[in-house]
Nanobody
Framework: QVQLVESGGGLVQAGGSLRLSCVASGTIFSINLMGWYRQAPGKQRELVAVILSGGSTNYGDSVKGRFTISRDNAKNTVYLQMDSLKPEDTAVYYC???????????????WGQGTQVTVSS
């Protein structure tokens, strides 16, 4: 009933920028957390950035000062502006969200299908 769809990944040279988007659709009563995680080959999935409904944010140490997360609550959309990209940022980026489908339900966790980001040196 709920779907997260990411877009904006691609190939970019080191030092360049990309902007990822993730739209939540379906039966949505409220959204608390929206965020981004990434997984590189052979590595565990790690936090990139999250943003709560009130606007507070948290970033992974490796992206602080380079990436910026934002959200448009009216559009159920979260963005990730990635600047000064490095080859080590290469990974599949996944959108994550905590969504209530009704006033009686709890916030369930949903994941997108992932979008590839490749940074060449």
């Amino acid at each position: 009933q709920v779907q997260l769809v990411e877009s904006g990944g691609g190939l970019v040279q080191a030092g360049g920028s990309l902007r990822l988007s993730c739209v939540a659709s379906g039966t949505i009563f409220s959204i608390n957390l929206m965020g981004w995680y990434r997984q590189a080959p052979g590595k565990q999935r790690e936090l990139v950035a999250v943003i709560l409904s009130g606007g507070s944010t948290n970033y992974g140490d490796s992206v602080k000062g380079r990436f910026t997360i934002s959200r448009d609550n009216a559009k159920n959309t979260v963005y990730l502006q990635m600047d000064s990209l490095k080859p080590e940022d290469t990974a599949v980026y996944y959108c994550k969200s905590g969504i209530r489908s009704s006033i009686r339900s709890a916030h369930d966790v949903y994941w997108g299908q992932g979008t590839q980001v490749t940074v060449s040196s």
